[in-house]
């Protein structure tokens, strides 16, 4: 991982609702782009079709993706590309810098790549003399910032565009105070296009890599990806080894549901196919695995595996939308990064499946239909059998079931507390709830329970 | 090869078979009037969409445009379709490309339901032509115009010989300041499609 992660979620997430108008801010930010994915899909009328289908590709793509991956291989090294096979971040580093080393290269300009950011590329290849330039505006943003990403589609959503302008004017040198994103922009566009003129190669991330042409399909806005990779002589695109579709024609599915799902945008300005080299360059293509051929087997969780990075669950989960991309820690937070964080270590961040409601719209939202918050509740009681929740949640959690599991302990337990609602302060009640009465009022107690009521009614049950 | 030895022994041994392949059925967009349902689009992902009866009037109208008026370096791709400045395929690296103010580009085909217009890359000598001027403008034919990317797909053949394409919906652009889209982020600034001739009624 790029960043360790510095505190456990729910503390990252108190410091960061503790600007509460921040917060808020941001909350808004996201669910304007839920509305907007919401407006999209309700222009497909076979929306939720498209949804199965994918789905469905996704399933016979991991049912059978070692024989796809050599599928892919083949066509691909058939086209004149070169593939390289990482078993983990530190292999996948090592084959790139070995690439840019081996040929002299010391500029590489990047389009988006969550997965050279879960390989702390790089820091790995600054530290050997590599100037690294993320082109996505909102990448380089958080790159200037020397932070990582907060979504996997905004970058640098958490970002005012007032804090943007400052930054801007310390390392772009534009006018103090300008905050105009237009102004911005045109900066950052001047800037990188002296970036990707320099550039001794491109590297770019992979949206879809298909097994029957060996082509990979790299899809950007700013057509980023296709500046760095149409000047240097070397293209490098680095995937994770779940990217397979099985199909070109798969594509006309994932395309129509992708950038509806991430923007509310019909399909993104520039979808590109990249097919062998182009004639005089080189194109190499890193498969990585990381941690993916072990969460194929692992039941409850494979379906993460279909994910296709559009960030859908992260725009409409209530709970990122309050605490920040960044306090999850990880580089794919949110519904999806909280289901694929503990595949890796699982004591490092077993706060993640319980930053959630379990409300279920992220499964909603969802364009493969992953089943998370399904995911995120196998996951608790798997965190909380393997002793990696904290001991008081454990005690409590045994508590309750104690009581739930006999009806007269839980008649009992209903009895005090609305007795100790009707005599007890409310500061005092308020305690007792725990966190979850820190910001809301308690209930008024009835004057009777249900079972008194039924009672006095129909007679004995 | 350790690695990819390694890598495939471990999917094999974690892949669980019996997902079959899924018939790509049940999907597939219908307009109207697919000229229209483009025009649309185009102006939704933020291009300009000008209908010309043919090559002849796409020139007259590229040329009174004033991307075309104020360009001073022009690649021309579309025999007879704006005046080109100098020939491209004779540049040999792409990075003198960088100056270009206009670039008309053939499209192959067109995407109703999304605007978009798949650039073939074996059509043009660098694949920069497609980023690297000020502004774009593609000339496409009113009978190459598909519903939607399940029918695009069905006619482009996208595999044997080395060849890179892509789908251009609208300029470039981008929304990552406090997002507030702006027109123009690395590559064309404005995308004028110049769509020729009209459609026969279909079957």
């Known amino acids: ?6 505190a456990s979620h729910p503390e990252a997430a108190a410091r960061f609702a503790a600007d509460v108008p921040r917060t808020h801010w941001h909350d808004e930010s996201l669910w304007f782009m839920r509305v907007k994915r919401d407006r999209a899909a309700a222009q497909v009328p076979e929306w939720e079709r498209l949804r199965e289908l994918a789905q469905a590709i996704k399933a016979h793509a991991l049912a059978t993706l070692p024989a796809l991956l050599e599928q892919f291989e083949r066509n691909a090294t058939a086209a004149g590309a070169t593939v390289h096979w990482a078993r983990d971040a530190a292999e996948h580093n090592r084959i790139v810098h070995g690439l840019l080393a081996e040929r ?61 302008g400052a930054l801007f004017h310390e390392k772009l040198g534009t006018a103090a105070g300008a905050s105009d994103p237009k102004y911005l922009t045109e900066a950052a566009r001047g800037h990188l296009r002296q970036k990707f003129l320099a550039a001794q190669a491109g590297l770019t991330g992979v949206n879809f890599a298909v097994a029957d042409t060996g082509a990979v399909v790299v899809c950007t806005n700013e057509g980023n990806a296709d500046m760095g990779t149409s000047l240097p002589p070397l293209h490098l695109a680095c995937m994770g080894l779940e990217k397979i579709v099985p199909h070109a024609e798969d594509l006309g599915v994932f395309l129509r549901l992708l950038a509806r799902s991430a923007t509310g945008q019909p399909v993104t300005t520039y979808s590109t196919h990249f097919l062998g080299p182009r004639p005089g360059s080189e194109l190499h293509i890193v498969i990585v695995d990381n941690g993916r051929s072990a969460l194929l087997g692992r039941d409850p969780y ?13 725009n409409t989960c209530p709970v990122f939308r309050r605490s920040g991309g960044h306090s999850y820690g ?34 909603d939202v969802c364009p493969v239909r992953i089943d998370l918050h399904h995911q995120l509740l196998a996951w608790r009681g798997e965190l909380a059998a393997a002793g990696h929740t904290p001991a008081g949640k454990r005690l409590a959690l045994r508590f309750t079931a104690w009581v739930f599991a006999s009806p007269a302990r839980y008649a009992l337990a209903g009895r005090l507390a609305r007795f100790a609602l009707r005599v007890l302060p409310a500061g005092i009640m308020a305690r007792l709830a725990g966190p979850w009465g820190r910001q809301r009022e308690l209930p008024a107690a009835p004057a ?14 | 090869m350790a690695a990819r030895d390694q890598i495939l022994a471990a999917l094999r041994r974690n892949a669980r078979p019996g997902a079959p392949r899924p018939v790509l059925d049940g999907v597939g967009a219908r307009f109207p009037d697919l000229a229209d349902r483009f025009a649309e689009a185009v102006a939704a992902v933020g291009g300009t969409l000008v209908r010309v009866p043919d090559l002849a009037a796409a020139d007259v109208s590229l040329r009174a445009l004033p991307v075309h008026r104020e360009a001073r370096r022009v690649a021309a791709l579309v025999p007879g379709v704006g005046r080109p400045t100098f020939d491209p395929a004779e540049v040999k690296d792409p990075h003198e490309l960088e100056g270009l103010d206009l670039v008309v580009l053939p499209g192959e085909l067109a995407v109703a339901e999304n605007g978009a217009i798949w650039i073939e890359g074996a059509r043009l000598p660098h694949h920069a032509l497609v980023v690297i001027p ?51 982020a690395h590559g064309a600034r404005s995308l004028t499609v110049l769509l020729v001739g009209s459609r026969s009624p279909g079957p």
Not at chain 1, 302 to 314: D, K, N, V
């Open chain 1, 302 to 314: 494979r379906r993460a595996l279909s994910c296709i990075r559009c960030g859908a669950c992260m």
């Open chain 1, 330 to 363: 990880v580089t794919v937070p949110g519904p999806i990064g909280s289901v694929l964080a503990p595949t890796i270590d699982p004591a490092a961040h077993a706060a993640l499946p319980f930053a959630s409601t379990l409300c279920g719209s992220c499964a």
């Open chain 1, 104 to 164: 002299g290269a010391t500029r590489l300009v990047k389009s988006k790549s969550m997965l050279t950011e879960e390989c702390g590329l790089n820091p790995y290849l600054e530290a050997r003399g590599i100037e690294v330039v993320d082109t996505d505006l909102g990448e380089r943003i958080v790159q200037f910032r020397d932070e990582p990403p907060s979504h996997i589609v905004l970058p640098a959503i958490h970002l005012k565009k007032e804090e943007i």
């Open chain 2, 134 to 184: 000020e502004h774009l403008a593609v000339v496409v034919q009113a009978a190459d115009i598909v519903p939607d990317l399940h029918a695009a797909y069905a006619r482009l053949d996208l595999a044997g010989r080395p060849r890179w394409g892509l789908f251009l919906a609208g300029p470039s652009k981008t929304a990552d300041i406090e997002q507030s889209l702006v027109i123009g």
């Open chain 1, 1 to 6: 991982m790029a960043h360790a992660p510095a």
């Open chain 1, 448 to 461: 009777e329970s249900f079972r008194d009521r039924y009672r006095r009614t129909h007679g004995r049950a």
